[in-house]
């Protein structure tokens, strides 16, 4: 179940009581997704620097209150800058030099296509920045064709399994935007040092892998399953890799007790119409004797 993250610690997280924010007076727990203001005690959310500069295109659509995206602000408040779609992107030309809201010379879009790159094959040496898009799977396509965005070169990473729990029906490997983040350094990371990674960004998913865990624990602790996604809700022993073994076979004994019963379903009609036919014979067998009679 676990990724074996080097997380700061979440002691003291879950009896924090929810706070205004000084600026909104919005009540939270932790941060505002408005201001971006940590909320809790400072020494108790870790913050980071990332090494390249972070844009993140949010569509006014996806709820801030329910966007990971906004845990990488948080998180890296100086290395991220959030831009909100499509306003914040002609301030970003208004104030450009030439122009453009983003350099494509040295500015890279992480979105998977055919002629999206992965990390290992981009020449690295005048890239300072990189965007994600924070929306729906079907908001995506609007931001993408907006002639500020599309020219971007664009990269992606591996397929990696989403452990988000808000449930969409695009598929397992379409990942929370905070997931995509952390992923995307990681194998920058790992790239630029050879091929080792030490966790040097875990922290990136502090708050996604906080609430995984309080999910985990509420659903174990009242040992009721979790409707929004199947085998969401893991056993201490077993990871994802398990869980979707074990879902297999499941599918598997399930498609053996349904042919089971259709068999019997079949043999109970043959019997029927064995029965009919036995049943059929001798009502024209009496008829016959009759008639000779």
């Known amino acids: 179940m676990s990724l074996d993250l080097k997380l700061a610690s979440f002691e003291g997280l879950e009896e924090e009581p929810r706070k205004k924010c000084p600026n909104c007076e919005r009540s939270c727990k932790f941060y505002c997704p408005n201001c971006f203001t ?8 870790p913050q980071l620097t990332l090494p390249l500069k972070t ?19 948080v998180l890296a408040p100086e290395s991220v800058e959030i831009i909100e779609f499509p306003h914040g992107l002609d301030t970003l030309v ?26 290992s094959e981009v020449n690295w040496e005048k890239i300072q920045n990189v965007v994600f898009i924070d929306s729906t799977w079907f908001q995506t396509s609007k931001i993408l064709r907006d002639p500020r965005i599309k020219d971007l070169p664009k990269i992606q990473i ?5 452990r988000f729990w808000r449930y969409q029906n695009v598929g397992v490997h379409c ?98 119409q064995t029965q009919q036919k036995t049943n059929n014979k001798e009502i024209e067998q009496t008829k016959k004797k009759k008639k000779l009679n």
């Open 38 to 45: 940590i909320l809790n005690e400072i020494n108790k959310t």
């Open 55 to 73: 844009f993140i295109v949010h569509h006014p659509k996806e709820k801030v209150s329910k966007s990971t995206a906004i845990h990488a602000k």
């Open 94 to 119: 208004e104030n450009s030099e030439n122009d453009q809201a983003f350099d494509p010379e040295s500015t890279l879009l992480l979105f998977p296509c055919e002629e999206s790159k992965p990390i």
């Open 158 to 162: 591996n397929n990696y399994k989403t």
């Open 175 to 272: 990942l929370a935007t905070i997931e995509a983040i952390y992923y995307f350094f990681k194998e920058f990371v790992t790239h630029k040092n050879n091929g080792k990674y030490e966790g040097q960004v875990d922290n990136l998913l502090f708050f996604f892998e906080y609430t995984f865990q309080l999910i985990q624990k509420k659903y174990k602790r009242e040992k009721r399953p979790f409707k929004h996604i199947k085998g969401y809700i893991k056993n201490d022993d077993e990871n994802d890799e398990d869980v979707e073994e074990n879902e297999k076979e499941k599918e598997k004994e399930k498609e053996k007790e349904k042919e089971k019963e259709k068999n019997t379903e079949i043999s109970e009609i043959t019997k029927e």
